[in-house]
């Protein structure tokens, strides 16, 4: 739908979750971006892969014009995905989450560099997550000018790509700012 709509678009599988490491993601991620030979990309994170955008970002910023979450968590650094349920009191694994090396390894970079890339926030308001998220959403809402946030809502679960990618589409040409 992006590319019918003249966008550029890439997507990325991640290498095996239960024989990778985050740092192995976010290389990943950089390897691709080096080789498209794009100078300013939209990084889009689904999940998990907030924590790939946030690392590759803090790696290569001048490549990054804009970050968006589409039904995540925002990454804090020096916290792993594990940490954010631990913190919540839930067990990752009421979720499907298991404790494989990326989830657990914390992710570290630049809070300085986060907070001067624009972000988009995509909050999924029947998501399955929204015990998980809803603490994320009334920061990006109340931090919006300060932190470089945008929000935007869409009447979806968390596997949106899938079940309404026309919103999700919308969603992302919408926010190009």
Avoid at 65 to 94: H, M, N, Q
Wanted: charged letters at 25%; aromatic letters at 8%.
């Amino acid at each position: 739908m992006l590319e019918a709509d003249g966008h550029q678009t890439d997507a990325l599988t991640l290498s095996d979750p239960e024989k990778a490491t985050l740092s192995d993601h976010i290389e990943e991620l950089c390897d691709r971006i080096e080789k498209t030979g794009e100078q300013r990309l939209h990084l889009v994170g689904h999940s998990y892969a907030s924590f790939v955008i946030s690392g590759t970002a803090d790696r290569m910023p001048e490549k990054v014009e804009r970050l968006v979450f589409l039904d995540t968590l925002i990454p804090e650094s020096g916290k792993s995905l594990l940490d954010f349920f631990a913190s919540a009191g839930i067990d990752p694994a009421d979720f499907g989450v298991p404790d494989w090396p990326p989830f657990a390894e914390k992710l570290v970079f630049d809070r300085a560099t986060f907070k001067a890339i624009p972000k988009t926030y995509i909050h999924c308001l029947a998501s399955q997550f929204l015990v998980m998220t809803e603490n994320v959403v009334a920061h990006v809402k109340t931090h919006l000018e300060q932190e470089n946030w945008t929000c935007l809502e869409i009447e979806a679960d968390h596997y949106c790509m899938i079940k309404v990618p026309e919103l999700v589409a919308k969603a992302l040409v919408g926010d190009q700012a």
